[in-house]
């Protein structure tokens, strides 16, 4: 017998009655088998938009094209990168335009110059007066404002850590967007992602962050903010699905992953293999370096004591060229892989 804690939540879709599998944050539900979108509720959302997502085979030549431009040494990379795991995930996002206008205020110093007087006895003895000009810290109250107007989105998932996941929200472009069609990815077999994060909470989230941007640019030009008011006008918010991918691949026996943008079927980031051969030829570029470097030191210490200005400047010139090699050979040795952005 099933205890209470094997007890899966679950959602009945108003459209065609399937049961969905729901989390217990879970505020806005997709249904995988007919694509309706609503609320827990059972309510239909507001405007509701997607981006069409390349198809698997799309994906895998995007995924070799970033290994063919970062294998470096690595030339058999391509050939022998193994695809152990390739999911497709519609993320859920929150999108709006948000009117932002801010009154603040507060003080910033200044330096002010202040005149004396002052007596003095010259070069024969005579007492004579002159004036000075000193500088001192004045304030200078400020009011002003700041007006913006800008696009905000936010992955409406709580805590979510998918690798790359951040870095892909950034290459979203709400231009490419279209209404939303389950017809047109469901042979895609997407996971589908559902919102922990409704619109009023998203709208409350938007209104905040736009608010703390807006007192840090205050802040940033005053000695001392009193006050910031800001009112903000969120429209046309929108509940965006966009198409992610997660590539899992073997390569020397050892696991490793890339972060890809389904629509356009780019690696957003991924990580690369470091070989054996290149540890090694890395681990003589540091040792090389490590010589260099005391050679150069070495050379600008005969230069100190002979007063020849040649070879100072040649040692330390040589001196940091070797601290870099050494410093970047070491580095790569230590790493298990280098991580780039597609």
């Given amino acids: 017998m099933g205890s209470d804690a094997q007890t899966v ?78 999911t497709l995930i519609y993320v859920p996002v929150w ?34 007066t002159r004036t000075v ?4 810290t004045g304030y200078v109250p400020v009011q002003d404002e700041i007006h913006t107007d800008t696009d905000e989105r936010l992955l ?8 790359g996941l951040e870095e892909y929200l950034e290459t979203i472009n709400l231009s490419d ?25 998203f709208e409350k989230a938007v209104h905040s962050r736009v608010a703390d941007r807006h007192r840090a640019q205050a802040k940033s030009n005053l000695t001392e903010l009193f006050d ?31 972060a ?15 070989t054996k051969a290149q540890r090694i030829m890395w681990t003589l570029v540091g040792i090389i370096g490590v010589i260099v470097g005391g050679v150069g030191g070495q050379l600008a210490y005969i230069g100190y004591l002979g007063d020849s200005t040649g070879f100072i400047v040649g040692g330390i010139v040589a001196t940091i060229i070797g601290v870099i090699m050494s410093f970047f050979g070491f580095k790569v040795l230590l790493m298990t892989q280098r991580e780039k952005r597609g």
Avoid at 11 to 40: H, W
Avoid at 100 to 128: L, N
Avoid at 133 to 136: F, K
């Fill in 9 to 86: 939540d679950m959602f009945k879709c108003p459209v065609c009655n399937g049961n969905v599998r729901t989390g217990p944050d879970d505020v806005v539900i997709t249904c995988p088998y007919c694509g309706q979108t609503s609320t827990i509720d059972g309510k239909a959302i507001g405007d509701h938009l997607m981006e069409a997502a390349k198809d698997e085979e799309d994906r895998l030549k995007g995924f070799k094209k970033f290994l063919e431009k970062n294998k470096g040494m690595n030339k058999s990379l391509v050939r022998d990168a193994e695809v152990v795991e390739h």
């Fill in 95 to 128: 999108t709006a335009k948000v009117k932002a206008d801010s009154w603040y205020k507060g003080y910033k110093t200044v330096q002010v110059p202040v005149q004396r007087t002052e007596t003095y006895t010259d070069s024969e003895g005579h007492t004579q």
């Fill in 133 to 136: 000009t000193e500088y001192e």
């Fill in 156 to 163: 409406a998932r709580k805590g979510a850590r998918i690798y």
């Fill in 177 to 201: 967007t279209e209404p939303y069609n389950f017809e047109k990815i469901k042979d895609l077999n997407p996971t589908i992602l559902n919102a922990e994060i409704g619109q009023e909470e």
């Fill in 228 to 258: 910031c008011r800001t009112t903000t006008n969120v429209r046309g918010t929108t509940y965006l699905q966009a198409p992610f991918a997660l590539i899992r691949y073997k390569f020397g026996g050892d696991l490793y992953k890339c």
């Fill in 260 to 274: 890809l943008d389904a629509h356009s079927g780019k690696v957003v980031l991924g990580e690369i293999p470091i």
